[in-house]
């Protein structure tokens, strides 16, 4: 995540030459109190000329452009910024699309035929640290036990590794280890990522 301010909308740059395409998700975007739009761009070259102005939340990218390919974008976008989120839009969601996005950094992929709402969706979960796969319904992650979903879902409620040992029954210390074990797991650094992940699905109505 990067570090906008939490308390305003997510700020959101979207890349993709069809301006039609690129209209109607301004359009949804926009629709939603919790994102918006500061930054558009219709090519690599003109992408990766405003992004060290603009420095978006979640860098939302087409993976075929006039001029090269949303991944070159994307390579630009982290040297710029580590830790910048971005999400790919495309067309086609063919394995050969899902590698290429991955390897470049992004945390999802979502076709352009999604409803608006999913795409809202998409946008807030990739903000939150969470993945977004397939066409925005599914998330693509490793596998995490019932006990670890259960401490993921406790952290998204605030608790402490205290708190949650008395809720499960297990001793702060292992409570404490499972936590590292589930921040590898979801490559992630900070349970804050966690908290922030729970609540962006819970906007989404994800389980």
Do not use: C
């Not at 219709?42 to 603009?54: G, K």
């Not at 971005?86 to 590698?99: N, Q």
């Not at 807030?124 to 670890?148: F, Q």
């Amino acid at each position: 995540m990067t570090s906008s301010d939490e308390h305003g909308p997510i700020r959101v740059m979207l890349v993709d030459d069809h301006e039609v395409v690129r209209r109607g998700i301004v359009t949804a975007i926009d629709s939603s109190a919790a994102l918006t739009v500061v930054g558009e761009a219709s090519s690599v070259v003109e992408a990766t000329r405003r992004l060290p102005a603009i420095r978006p939340d979640v860098l939302v990218v087409d993976l075929q452009l006039p001029d090269g390919t949303g991944i070159d974008v994307m390579r630009a976008a982290r040297e710029l910024n580590p830790e910048q989120e971005m999400l790919v839009l495309t067309s086609f969601d063919d394995d050969a699309a899902l590698r290429e996005s991955r390897s470049a950094g992004a945390a999802g992929l979502i076709l352009k035929s999604a409803r608006s709402k999913d795409i809202v969706s998409a946008i807030e979960t990739v903000h939150g640290g969470g993945t977004v796969w397939a066409n925005g319904s599914a998330e693509d992650e490793p596998e995490l036990s019932e006990s670890d979903r259960r401490i993921v879902e406790l952290i998204g409620d605030g608790h402490s590794n205290r708190e949650i040992a008395e809720q499960i029954g297990i001793a702060e210390k292992t409570v404490k280890n499972r936590v590292t074990v589930i921040l590898q797991t979801l490559g992630m650094q900070r349970r804050t990522q966690v908290a922030a992940m729970v609540a962006a699905r819970r906007r989404a109505g994800w389980k």
